[in-house]
């Protein structure tokens, strides 16, 4: 026999009484109805909807993984960052909007008019695409290049380019090692957990080699740190995201490899959760 046809509002309690956040709830409902992620009012007006056998069993499955910790994306395919709409899954982080703060600034660095010799710049350990994605989008006027060391993010990243057709160019690097020329602007949002970070038993779904880096989170920071002079034009700036203990340690690094106007800024949190500065040279 069937399970008996179960309404939306009825759905939702059973999430609730499985201790899901009601958001997650409502993406997951969202998604195994067919319906767009954010017409979270439609729910509200279709309460008493019940669903087909198909949703129901599309609903179980999903509400199944989000119960074992899979991230709500992964289980969606999608995710919006930036007020652009990707498509992720396993193989790549899933884009958090904490690293929205480090869009926003990099964003405020830039010269507000088109730069005549046009503006150069770089996403490190890319992902999704998100960061480069993003950057893209506010500024056609750019050329955005994004690097990952991993094929199948790229593979991802590519993928959410041609979907959202920004013409942002992708390479196959560890960090700067493979990247041609300079750029007026770096920004990377790299692995920065320390490994053994109680933290990461939450985070077993996404990537480990996009979240750890050493014993104490900074073994890739300190790479970028060393390679980026290289690659940054005069008066180019390096923005850095990090852990929320990270700050005055990257300033220090900053500081001492040179980079002047070194500042951090925080994410919705409160925390400081990016760090940058200029290469003056
Ligand atoms: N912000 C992620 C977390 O702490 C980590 C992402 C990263 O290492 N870049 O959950």
């Known amino acids: 026999m069937n399970a008996p046809s179960l309404t939306l509002t009825q759905c939702l309690s059973q999430a609730h009484a499985q201790g899901l956040a009601r ?38 499955a999903a509400l199944q993984r989000r119960l074992a910790g899979e991230p709500v994306a992964y289980i969606t395919g999608r995710k919006d960052f930036f007020g652009l709409t990707l498509s992720v899954d396993a193989r790549v982080l899933d884009p958090r909007p904490d690293t929205e703060t480090l869009v ?55 993928a959410n380019a041609q979907q959202l057709n920004l013409p942002v160019q992708f390479v196959q690097s560890d960090w700067l090692s493979a990247v041609p020329g300079v750029f007026d602007l770096i920004v990377s949002n790299p692995p920065y957990v320390a490994e053994g970070d109680p933290h990461l038993s939450a985070l077993t779904h996404e990537p480990l080699q996009a979240l750890t880096s050493g014993a104490d989170g900074l073994v890739d920071i300190r790479q970028i740190i060393a390679q980026a ?53």
């Open 104 to 158: 926003e600034w990099a964003l405020a660095v830039l010269p507000a008019a088109p730069a005549p010799q046009g503006l150069r710049l770089l996403d490190l350990g890319t992902g999704s695409g998100a960061v480069a994605l993003a950057l893209q989008h506010a500024r056609p006027d750019a050329q955005v290049w994004a690097v990952d060391a991993s094929a199948d993010a790229l593979a991802v990243a590519r």
């Open 229 to 281: 002079p290289g690659h940054l034009a005069p008066g180019g700036w390096l923005l850095l995201e990090h852990g929320w203990n990270q700050a005055t340690a990257v300033q220090a690094l900053l500081a001492q490899a040179g980079f002047t106007e070194v500042q951090s800024r925080q994410d919705l949190g409160g925390v400081d959760r990016c760090t940058g500065g200029r290469w003056s040279r």
């Open 23 to 60: 958001v997650d709830a409502q993406m997951l409902l969202l998604h195994s109805l067919g319906r767009p992620l954010h017409d979270r009012a439609w729910l509200l007006t279709h309460d008493s909807d019940t669903l087909t056998p198909a949703q129901q069993a599309t609903w179980q």
